[in-house]
């Protein structure tokens, strides 16, 4: 599967902090953000059942 680009606003003081958060995890700020993604699904799967594509 390919890797697809996804651009977000976010405010310099919350970018800041996840800066700080990632950091804290020895992560990117991106590989961070992509943490907290797969575990909104993760969440959001348990409660709902499979995200089912296509």
Do not use: T
Not at 17 to 27: I, Q, T
Not at 29 to 53: F, P, T
């Amino acid at each position: 599967m390919a890797n697809k680009s996804l651009s977000i606003r976010i405010d310099e003081e919350m970018l800041n902090k996840l800066h700080v958060v990632a950091d804290y995890e020895g992560r990117s700020a991106n590989s961070q953000i992509l943490i907290l993604i797969r575990d909104c699904i993760k969440d959001y799967e348990k409660e709902h059942g499979e995200i089912k594509l296509g």
